[in-house]
C-alpha cells in the first residue's frame, strides 16, 4: 500500500512559481512510477507530468512543457512539481498518483489534491 499526501499549492500571481510536493508512505515507493495530474470543476482530469521509478525518464503534457519540472528524492520518498511562469489556466486542483512501473498499469493510488490558483 502507498499513501500519498500533496503540499505547496497556494495562491501566486501570473509569472510566479510555486512547488508541489508528494510525500508517500510505503517501502516500495521507489519502484513505482508517479504522476501529476490536474482538475478543474467541470472538467476531467488532466495528465501533466510523470517521472520514472529512477527519475531517469520524465514526460509532460505539451502545455507545461518548459515551465514546469518533475523531479524525486527516493530518500526522502518524495515527487516535486516546480511550476514556473504560471499562468491562470493552469489554476486547479493538483494532485500525485503512482503506479507500478510495469507497462500499462494504472494508477492505484491518489492523493488528497492540493489547490493551485493563478491571478491574472
Known amino acids: 500500500q502507498v499513501q500519498l499526501v500533496e503540499s505547496g499549492g497556494g495562491l501566486v500571481q501570473a509569472g510566479g512559481s510555486l512547488r508541489l510536493s508528494c510525500a508517500a508512505s510505503g517501502r516500495t515507493f521507489s519502484t513505482y512510477t508517479v504522476g501529476w495530474f490536474r482538475q478543474t470543476p467541470g472538467k476531467e482530469r488532466e495528465f501533466v507530468a510523470r517521472i520514472s521509478w529512477s527519475g531517469g525518464n520524465t514526460y509532460y503534457t505539451d502545455s507545461v512543457k518548459g515551465r514546469f519540472t518533475i523531479s524525486r528524492d527516493n530518500a526522502k520518498n518524495t515527487v516535486y512539481l516546480q511550476m514556473n511562469s504560471l499562468k491562470p489556466e493552469d489554476t486547479a486542483v493538483y494532485y500525485c498518483?503512482?503506479?507500478?512501473?510495469?507497462?500499462?498499469?494504472?494508477?492505484?493510488?491518489w492523493g488528497q489534491g492540493t489547490q493551485v490558483t493563478v491571478s491574472s
Open positions: 498518483a503512482a503506479r507500478s512501473s510495469w507497462p500499462g498499469a494504472e494508477y492505484d493510488y
